[in-house]
């Protein structure tokens, strides 16, 4: 009785588990079996998030003010890498680190894009001059003024492209002379933070002062109160400071009166002289793996052959901040060679104001141009 009772039971229960598991029911992990699935969705996200980061998308924030007021620091920025073409990995390492292996680098490879840089596209790039393999170089954001073929010159702080003005943005920030009705009239700083003026400079004129940085806007407002006379941009002459250590040295370009110069397109050729030179040499030695010298006034070698010209391999971009006045860009270290361009940045999807220390709610989701 006992023993068909045990036996009974056993048989309805194997019964039930059978029902259970024809009509598909679950059966209730153990310990070991959650920690199971916790890992392997767990491994499942890194994977996918590593996949997106590089083939897709790659979030960036803003730590400078030189693409002011378009971009602001604190901006958490997304940037597609499909619209130029996704560049492949060229260095192996522990993804979401900065560990990887030195002394092993893949050959560079693009896959297809949406389309090409366009003038005025904010996009990001490892930083050219930096010397580490390519994507290990610190990212850089700034807008693409000079594409591959152009020939690009700063007049005044004016850029002209193959002799076409390029106005400015009406948001980008400049260094701008203010001169006063008298010495003795102060500018008042409340009104200045308004507009979003922080640094007010004497100059040796006592009835002038400089500004630092305003946009267009800004200056025009300020021209406009009574006790002002004129408001103009600060412009360096030409030789200002030796050239202010601008690209190439020994030029007496400055960083309001640069070039001009012409920006290296794929496949073409440029003479070699003295004055193309200075302009190339990095881009033939550092960029294109070429050993390459002067040998004499006017005599060149590549590659331990005597050479009268140079035909570039790559395209190359002028890259440039809208904080004119306040950035370290191609007028200073040169040309961005395509292999390091990353992606287009499109997208605000965050903003932190760590002056108030609270989001700028207003910047959320905003599309960047």
């Known amino acids: 009785m006992t023993a068909r009772s045990k036996g009974g039971r056993s048989g309805s229960a194997q019964s039930r588990r059978r029902e259970r598991r024809r009509r598909g029911e679950a059966h209730k992990p153990g310990v070991r079996g959650k920690a199971r699935e916790w890992l392997d969705a767990l491994v499942f996200a890194l994977v996918a998030a590593l996949v997106i980061r590089t083939l897709f998308f790659e979030a960036f924030r803003i730590p400078t003010p030189s693409m002011e007021k378009n971009l602001l620091v604190g901006d958490f920025l997304l940037v597609s890498k ?49 010397d580490a393999p390519i994507d290990r170089k610190t990212h850089y954001i700034k807008r693409a003024m000079g594409l591959p073929g152009d020939t690009l010159e700063v007049r005044a702080k004016q850029v002209y492209i193959n002799g076409e003005l390029i106005p400015l943005d009406k948001r980008m920030q400049l260094e701008w002379v203010v001169e006063k009705s008298s010495p003795e009239v102060r500018l008042p700083g409340p009104r200045l933070r308004e507009l979003g003026v922080e640094q007010v400079v004497p100059l040796t004129d006592r009835s002038e002062v400089l500004i630092r940085f305003a946009t267009t806007e800004a200056a025009d407002q ?96 002028f890259a440039m901040g809208d904080n004119r006045d306040n950035s370290l860009d191609s007028r200073f270290w040169g040309f961005v060679p395509e292999e390091h361009v990353v992606g287009k940045a499109f997208l605000i999807y965050f903003s932190w104001d760590s002056d108030k220390h609270f989001p700028r709610f207003g910047r959320l989701l905003n599309l960047i141009h």
Do not use: C
């Open 82 to 130: 499909m619209h130029y073409g996704t560049r492949l990995p060229i260095t192996l390492g522990i993804p979401f680190t900065d560990i990887y292996l030195p002394s092993f680098e893949l050959p560079y490879f693009r896959l297809p894009g949406f389309g090409d840089v366009k003038r005025g596209d904010s996009f990001v790039f490892n930083y050219p001059p930096e």
């Open 222 to 317: 300020i021209a406009s109160w009574p006790y002002v006379e004129r408001v103009e941009p600060f412009v360096e002459p030409r030789g200002a400071r030796n050239g202010s250590g601008t690209y190439p040295p020994g030029r007496d370009f400055t960083r309001d009166n640069y070039g001009p110069v012409y920006i290296p397109a794929k496949g073409a050729t440029v003479a070699l002289d003295d004055e193309s030179w200075d302009l190339y040499q990095t881009v033939i030695t550092r960029y294109e793996g070429h050993s390459g010298r002067r040998t004499g006034p006017g005599r060149y070698e590549i590659d331990g052959k005597v050479a009268e010209s140079y035909t570039f391999s790559q395209n190359y971009f």
